[in-house]
């Protein structure tokens, strides 16, 4: 599946031995699920047998096989490849399932330390769930219109690309209630529109609720509908924001004189 860039739907497998042990066969079984859990493929059943003239002692079998999906555009059947073309090898994460033969003929001769034997016997890796993670947040950059800088460090982006891609980290676990503190803060007038695309569009095509602290008002009109303005700690209106930008306790508020207004009440 993964040559041809299927992803797995349902794994079957296949236990048999000389006699079924009902403890080492459920840790066996386990395993599996455990495995397939991690490839977010449902394991459907499979078959068990117990043959005692077939295998001896604690010998056992296993065996098992996977179905998976592709769609047909995105079949990888080699037609694509020409001259001239690198070709990239990656590193195995280990041993895997060909290879034990090889491997348990060279430590019969060789003896090799009690360490060498245990990172041998580690599970392969199972790359399901981060290549998942890794094309999620390929997607949370191209949706904030921040493709360019992917292979970017954080530390190098501007103030403005910081609050986008701080906002692309609750979009990385879904959070349906973000709070955001002064968004406008030092952000330039054309990041702070994609910032604010974008925060209307997780709230109107996501579900995203979003409470914010924010002094500017031409863009928080933008956003919300109503407004609450607070100062000290205290609601001074509640309203459309135009009508918070005529409100005269918003505006000494606005101006910094919010110690005048504690005083008349």
Do not use: W
């Not at 016997?121 to 800088?149: G, I, M, W, Y």
């Not at 103030?159 to 959070?175: N, S, Y």
Request: charged letters at 25%; hydrophobic letters at 40%.
């Amino acid at each position: 599946m993964v040559t041809c860039g299927a992803e797995p739907l349902f794994f079957l497998d296949y236990f048999a031995a000389s006699k079924l042990e009902p403890k080492s066969h459920a840790q066996i079984v386990k395993s599996i699920a455990k495995a397939c859990k991690l490839s977010n493929c449902a394991l459907l059943g499979g078959e068990t047998a117990e043959m005692p003239g077939h295998y001896v002692g604690n010998n056992y079998d296993l065996a098992g096989f996977s179905v998976g999906v592709v769609e047909k555009a995105k079949l990888i059947d080699g037609k694509k490849i020409k001259a001239g073309q690198v070709l990239l090898a990656i590193e195995s994460s280990g041993p895997h399932s060909n290879g034990y033969s090889l491997i348990r003929s060279i430590v019969k001769k060789k003896k090799p330390s009690q360490s060498i034997v245990n990172a041998l016997l580690k599970p392969s890796l199972v790359r399901t769930e981060e290549l998942k993670v890794k094309q999620k947040a390929q997607d949370v950059v191209d949706f904030l219109n921040l493709t360019h800088l992917s292979n970017e460090l954080a530390g190098n982006l501007s103030g403005g690309q910081k609050k986008l891609l701080e906002l692309g980290r609750t979009m990385m676990v879904d959070a349906k209630l973000v709070l955001l503190d002064e968004v406008g803060a030092g952000v330039n007038r054309t990041l702070l529109k994609d910032l604010g695309t974008a925060i209307l569009k997780l709230n109107k095509e996501e579900g995203y609720t979003f409470c914010m602290i924010e002094h500017d008002m031409e863009f928080i009109s933008r956003l919300c509908n109503p407004v609450i303005v607070m100062a000290e700690g205290s609601v001074l209106f509640e309203g459309t924001a135009e009508e918070a930008k005529k409100d005269e306790k918003v505006i000494e508020s606005y101006l910094g004189r919010g110690s005048k207004i504690k005083d008349e009440n």
